[in-house]
Nanobody, 117 residues
Framework: VQLQASGGGLVQAGDSLRLSCAAS????????MGWFRQAPGKEREFVAS???????YHTDSVKGRFTISRDNAKNTVYLQMNSLKPEDTAVYYC????????????WGQGTQVTVSS
């Protein structure tokens, strides 16, 4: 499967953004999907994941602010980001895997999110 992330941009603290990740070339509904981010000078970190059936998990730092969702009819996974903070500034990547306990083997190209204070 090929993944194409979009929706990043430059916003102010407190603003919202919705990232999208469009999948092609595979059976999207069979993939577990996730969002990761990498800030300058830091390692890539997990943000959120969603199962085939829509069960989701969010890392503590974004709980209550970010929401992952998916639309299998549109082959797309989303990350709704509200109440953005400067520390959310990073390149955001979507990823997919076929096994719940497996590694993410499919990655999008990343989309930049910059939050100014």
């Amino acid at each position: 499967v090929q993944l194409q992330a979009s929706g990043g941009g430059l916003v102010q603290a407190g603003d919202s953004l919705r990232l999208s990740c469009a999948a092609s070339g595979g059976t999207f509904s069979s993939y577990y999907m996730g969002w990761f981010r990498q800030a300058p000078g830091k390692e890539r970190e997990f943000v959120a994941s969603i199962s085939r059936t829509g069960s989701s998990y969010h890392t503590d730092s974004v709980k209550g602010r970010f929401t992952i969702s998916r639309d299998n009819a549109k082959n797309t996974v989303y990350l709704q980001m509200n109440s953005l903070k400067p520390e959310d500034t990073a390149v955001y990547y979507c990823a997919g895997k076929t096994k719940v306990y497996g590694e993410y083997g499919y990655w999008g190209q990343g989309t930049q999110v910059t939050v100014s204070s």
